[in-house]
């Protein structure tokens, strides 16, 4: 069992910036890979960025390449993405997930995470 609690949206200018952290409680947060989603109304759930339990491994979708970076501290149980040069088109409510099956790497499919948060709502105005 895994808790996820993000923070950290809100509303934003177009190219400006916004940091989202999840926290997770629960299971050793150093044995399961994370990753970020987002959902837009109308849209299915995407994933943004994800990272492999170690740190070493980061997958992103071509969308945010070169604007958000994901990161995580296994001391601190906590799993952070910086969005830089925001566009109103990242508009959307943000999930953090956990996957338990990645093993070294990253999945980019929301099917493969196990838990998820409860979102946070990010908008980006023009």
């Known amino acids: 069992q895994v808790q996820l609690v993000e923070s950290g949206g809100g509303l934003v200018q177009a190219g400006g910036s916004l940091t989202l952290s999840c926290a997770a409680s629960?299971?050793?947060?150093?044995?399961?890979?994370m990753g970020w989603f987002r959902q837009a109304p109308g849209k299915e759930r995407a994933v943004v960025a994800a990272v492999s339990w170690s740190g070493q491994s980061t997958y992103y979708a071509d969308s945010v390449k070169g604007r958000f970076t994901i990161s995580r501290v296994n001391a601190k149980n906590t799993v952070s993405l910086q969005m830089n040069s925001l566009k109103p088109e990242d508009t959307a409510i943000y999930y953090c997930?956990?996957?338990?099956?990645?093993?070294?790497?990253?999945?980019?499919?929301?099917?493969?995470?196990?838990?998820w948060g409860q979102g946070t709502q990010v908008t980006v105005s023009s």
């Open positions: 997930a956990a996957d338990f099956n990645a093993g070294m790497g990253v999945h980019s499919t929301a099917s493969e995470y196990n838990y």
């Open positions: 629960g299971r050793t947060f150093s044995s399961y890979a």
